[in-house]
């Protein structure tokens, strides 16, 4: 089965609020993990990305959080626009898979909503 | 837009057909990947390239032939095909060097079986 999911399929939050997006993942052997978007019509589009050395991470109005001590990790995304709307997916890295190359897990991902 | 080019964007065959999906890359990626996403689904690795050699095949049905041609370029070759091959075809590439690097992405081919 799985071993990456989430805990809501779907999100809905008012323009210029904060969101968070969480994700549980169960193989503590992962070593990186990449938050995508994807927009319809769309393939992913990265987002962030974080190594298993790190907790926290940030970007342009995004932060990762990890949590090894319970397999947790959450992309929150500040002052949320219109634009964010879309599916976003945690993917992680089980090791690598071969020289210069690595196989990707994707959870379920969630529906995220911005109400203008 | 992305830097990871798909080609054709859609594309319908019946199952006695054979076609073909491009991908192409210029980031100087050596790493190549193939996937599958079916409607509100999370895509599912079909295939990885690295230096233009098959490095994982996921119990793909041979319906499914990739080929790596050179550094920037990947196929999928269809033959045969079944209704329930009907998805998007994804296509991405990562650097191969200063650890593991992030996967970008195509925007895939949307194919139907008829």
């Known amino acids: 089965g799985e071993s990456v999911g989430l805990h809501l399929p779907t999100l809905s939050v008012q323009e210029g609020d904060n969101s968070i997006i969480n994700c549980a993942y169960s193989?503590?052997?992962?070593?990186?993990f990449i938050w995508y978007k994807q927009e319809s019509g769309k393939g992913p589009q990265f987002i962030i990305d974080i190594r298993s050395n790190m907790d926290k991470r940030q970007g342009q109005r995004v932060t990762v959080l990890l949590n090894k001590t319970v397999k947790h990790l959450s992309l929150q995304i500040a002052a949320t626009q219109p634009g964010d709307s879309a599916v976003y997916f945690c993917?992680?890295?089980?090791?690598?898979?071969?020289?210069?190359?690595?196989?990707?897990?994707f959870g379920k991902g969630t529906k995220l909503s911005v109400i203008p | 837009d992305t830097e990871v080019t798909q080609t054709p964007k859609h594309l319908v065959m019946g199952m006695t057909n054979k076609k073909s999906l491009k991908c192409e890359q210029h980031?100087?990626?050596?790493?190549m990947y193939w996937y599958k996403q079916k409607a509100k689904k999370p895509p599912e690795l079909m295939f990885v390239y690295s230096y233009e050699k098959l490095s994982i095949n996921e119990s793909v049905p041979s319906r499914f032939s990739p080929e790596c041609p050179n550094s920037s370029l990947l196929n999928l070759h269809l033959h045969a095909l079944q209704p329930e091959d009907s998805a998007l075809y994804l296509c991405?590439?990562?650097?191969?060097?200063?650890?593991?690097?992030?996967?970008?992405f195509g925007d895939g081919t949307r194919l139907s079986i008829l």
């Open positions: 993917a992680e890295n089980l090791g690598k898979s071969g020289a210069g190359s690595y196989q990707l897990t």
């Open positions: 991405a590439s990562s650097q191969e060097t200063g650890g593991v690097q992030p996967q970008h």
């Open positions: 193989n503590s052997a992962s070593d990186y």
């Open positions: 980031m100087g990626h050596r790493a």
